[in-house]
């Protein structure tokens, strides 16, 4: 039994599966989860003593790699002077104006307000609540194979985990909430119109991932987001981009930014959620918006959030230090690290003959196999998904640590440099061949 063997079986005696988040689990891709001592920049260590090469980031907020030293100076300089007041603090107006100018792109304004909250769950749950009280309406509509997170109304046909699990939604959500969310296929406007059409007055709002990011790598495609703008504001209901995973990951002003720079007429989101690098790893996420849109949120109006930890001074001071470090030059080093891998496994695949696409979105891509685009859920699961535990499991021999899912995006950071880049492409080979066999 190794090292990683016992920790995991004596985890499972505690926590449920051994884990505190079922992606942890290596559901799809078998054998035992890295169990993680420390990390530091491209870097991971498990409790064997064995370092990976990290393609997961935590899941994202790792952009600017692990323990930036001047992050964790600002998360230690913050601990010292407490860990949480329960009381409002500068820290967190600072954090908001960072974000609020981030989100100015153009001249164009995509947020004015922003309330803080612990994680990306929270911020789609109120940022549905919000579009229900603005609306007077109470149906959502999402899109298959995007993931919100896991409150009850939008696990309905959801990414993440679910995909990885082959689960159509939760057990435990009450029939009478599941049917108020209409669940449509991806990069269909068509489909969205026919949706208004057969609930004329019904749809509070649509929320989508700004990119797909949660089945795999789904961009939207060219002009979709905008147009799906038009068409939720043309139908009086709100729409709610969720930017947890891409938001400051693929540019400084998210996905939104990267669309919202040059577009013409502008479009802007009517909500925003944010998560991951917002906090820089620490439990930090937030909903923006127009302030006629948030200032419905209590004290001020009658919509109702709340949280003990919400705004926590640590978690702030880590979102802070990260936003001021994430600059020009760290994006550039993201998109082309990126870039060198996205290339390198393209060629790897391509030269064991194995069937695949790497599907991009800005920075963000992961690895279908099957041939052609992969516009939508059930394209990405119309693949040859047995291919990636062998795949997973030679990087890992190797010492790259990839996510242990098929469908899920792979996460670059700006730590990772010439070395961290060659380990992987060294890898890729013997992967691919891997995955050939399969
Ligand atoms: N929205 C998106 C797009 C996400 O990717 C995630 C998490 N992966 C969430 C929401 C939920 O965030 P959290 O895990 O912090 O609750």
């Given at each position: 039994?190794?090292?990683?063997?016992?920790?995991?079986?004596?985890?499972?005696?505690?926590?449920?599966?051994?884990?505190?988040?079922?992606?942890?689990?290596?559901?799809?891709?078998?054998?035992?989860?890295?169990?993680?001592?420390?990390?530091?920049?491209?870097?991971?260590?498990?409790?064997?003593?064995?370092?990976?090469?990290?393609?997961?980031?935590?899941?994202?907020p790792a952009l600017l790699g692990h323990a930036h030293p001047d992050v964790v100076a600002a998360v230690q300089e913050a601990a010292a002077r407490g860990l949480s007041f329960g009381a409002s603090t500068p820290g967190e107006t600072e954090l908001a104006e960072a974000v609020v100018d981030r989100m100015q792109v153009g001249g164009v304004a995509g947020i004015e307000r922003l309330r803080l909250v612990s994680t990306g769950t929270e911020a789609t749950m109120t940022a549905i609540r919000l579009a229900r009280a603005a609306t007077g309406r109470d149906l959502v509509v999402k899109f298959a194979?995007?993931?919100?997170?896991?409150?009850?109304?939008?696990?309905?046909?959801?990414?993440?985990?679910?995909?990885?699990?082959?689960?159509?939604g939760s057990a435990g959500v009450p029939t009478v909430i599941a049917a108020q969310t209409l669940v449509l296929p991806y990069n269909d406007l068509d489909a969205v119109e026919?949706?208004?059409?057969?609930?004329?007055?019904?749809?509070?709002?649509?929320?989508?991932?700004?990119?797909?990011?949660?089945?795999?790598?789904?961009?939207?495609?060219?002009?979709?987001?905008?147009?799906?703008?038009?068409?939720?504001r043309d139908r009086g209901a709100l729409l709610i981009l969720d930017e947890v995973?891409?938001?400051?990951?693929?540019?400084?002003?998210?996905?939104w930014g990267l669309e919202a720079a040059g577009a013409e007429p502008a479009w802007v989101p009517d909500i925003v959620t944010f998560g991951k690098v917002i906090g820089g790893g620490m439990p930090l996420a937030a909903l923006g918006g127009r302030a006629e849109v948030l200032d419905?949120?209590?004290?001020?109006?009658?919509?109702?959030?709340?949280?003990?930890?919400?705004g926590n001074p640590v978690a702030v001071a880590a979102g802070i230090a990260t936003l001021r470090l994430?600059?020009?030059?760290v994006y550039a080093r993201v998109?082309?690290?990126?870039?060198?891998?996205?290339?390198?496994?393209?060629?790897?695949?391509?030269?064991?003959?194995?069937?695949?696409?790497?599907?991009?979105?800005g920075s963000l891509f992961s690895v279908a196999f099957r041939e052609g685009e992969v516009r939508n859920y059930d394209d990405a699961r119309d693949q040859q998904a047995w291919r990636y535990p062998p795949f997973f499991h030679a990087m890992r021999e190797a010492g790259v640590s990839l996510p242990p899912s098929v469908f899920e995006a792979w996460f670059l950071t700006a730590a990772h440099g010439d070395a961290?880049?060659?380990?992987?492409?060294?890898?890729?080979?013997?992967?691919?061949?891997?995955?050939?066999?399969?």
């Open positions: 039994m190794t090292r990683n063997d016992e920790s995991a079986a004596r985890a499972r005696r505690v926590i449920p599966g051994g884990v505190n988040s079922p992606v942890r689990a290596f559901g799809s891709v078998g054998g035992t989860p890295l169990s993680i001592v420390s990390a530091q920049g491209a870097m991971v260590t498990d409790v064997e003593g064995r370092e990976y090469v990290d393609l997961v980031a935590s899941w994202g194979g995007h993931y919100h997170g896991h409150s009850d109304g939008l696990l309905a046909d959801a990414g993440s985990g679910l995909a990885t699990f082959a689960l159509p026919a949706a208004f059409a057969a609930h004329p007055g019904r749809i509070a709002a649509v929320i989508t991932e700004a990119a797909g990011a949660n089945a795999g790598v789904l961009a939207p495609q060219p002009g979709f987001n905008a147009a799906l703008a038009r068409l939720v995973l891409t938001g400051f990951r693929v540019g400084p002003a998210g996905w419905l949120l209590a004290p001020l109006g009658p919509v109702y959030q709340a949280g003990t930890l919400s994430a600059d020009a030059d998109d082309a690290a990126a870039e060198a891998v996205a290339s390198a496994l393209h060629d790897a695949l391509e030269a064991a003959g194995v069937a695949h696409v790497v599907s991009r979105a961290a880049l060659e380990r992987i492409r060294a890898a890729l080979p013997a992967a691919a061949a891997a995955a050939a066999q399969a």
